[in-house]
């Protein structure tokens, strides 16, 4: 089954503590991202790839890391966690290339992250 | 101004009836415009894009896009309750990598 996994689903962590939410697709796509979804806000882009090794900064990306070493894995890392990074966490992959470049047309399940 | 608004809802419609979800973006160069499906607690699942002006149809499904006013539409048909979630909007901005996101409709079909 063609998926997007995440882990953890629930996280509930301590300011200033180091976290990995991974991500993995079995669909061969170059084109991964995170994003995260916040009441009234929307989704927003943090960090997004076009292949291995390629990556860059989304509209979001100050207090997070990724890292994009084999095609199927783009963990997203917090290295110093935050009150204000309390959020819901999506990662996305595709092959989807639409007028205007690559298109996000799978979701994984998401990462609730709560940093107190 | 939100570069893409949509109405929070909910919107209520009964089933059978067609709900019409609308969407207006800021940047008149915008060039694709997508449509999500994101069920209480669940991911989004892309559901329906568009690049041209006019209608397309999909199943029970129907993108409208009118550049001119800056507006794009998604019609559902023959509602029905289990078509009840948080419809996003997504535009293509020229310029920006990430789809810019409205916060989305909330539909209820109520059987």
């Known amino acids: 089954e063609a998926q997007v996994t995440q882990n953890p689903r629930y996280l509930i962590t301590v300011t200033g503590k180091k976290l990995t939410v991974t991500c993995s697709q079995n669909?061969?796509?170059?084109?991964m991202s995170w994003y995260r979804q916040d009441p009234g806000l929307g989704l927003r882009q943090i960090y997004y790839?076009?292949?291995?090794?390629?990556?860059d900064k989304g509209d979001v990306p100050e207090g997070y890391k990724v890292s994009r070493k084999e095609k199927r894995n783009f963990p997203l890392i917090l290295e110093s966690p935050s009150p204000n990074q309390t959020s819901l966490y999506f990662c996305?992959?595709?092959?989807?290339?639409?007028?205007?470049?690559?298109?996000?047309?799978?979701f994984g399940q998401g990462t609730r992250l709560t940093v107190v | 101004q939100k570069e893409v608004e949509q109405n929070s809802g909910p919107l209520s419609v009964p089933e059978g009836a067609i709900a019409s979800l609308n969407c207006t973006y800021s940047?008149?160069?915008?060039?694709?415009f997508f449509w999500y499906r994101q069920y209480s607690g669940k991911s989004p699942e892309l559901i329906m894009f568009?690049?041209?002006?006019g209608d397309k149809e999909d199943g029970r499904f129907t993108a409208q896009l009118n550049k001119a006013s800056q507006y794009v539409s998604l019609l559902i048909r023959d509602s029905q309750p289990s078509d009840s979630a948080t419809y996003l909007c997504?535009?293509?901005?020229?310029?920006?990598?990430?789809?810019?996101f409205g916060s989305g409709t909330r539909l209820q079909v109520q059987p």
């Open positions: 996305a992959s595709s092959l989807f290339v639409g007028r205007g470049g690559r298109t996000e047309a799978f």
């Open positions: 568009i690049y041209s002006n």
């Open positions: 997504a535009v293509k901005v020229p310029g920006r990598r990430a789809l810019t």
């Open positions: 940047d008149r160069g915008s060039q694709s």
């Open positions: 790839s076009m292949n291995v090794e390629v990556t």
């Open positions: 669909m061969n796509h170059e084109y």
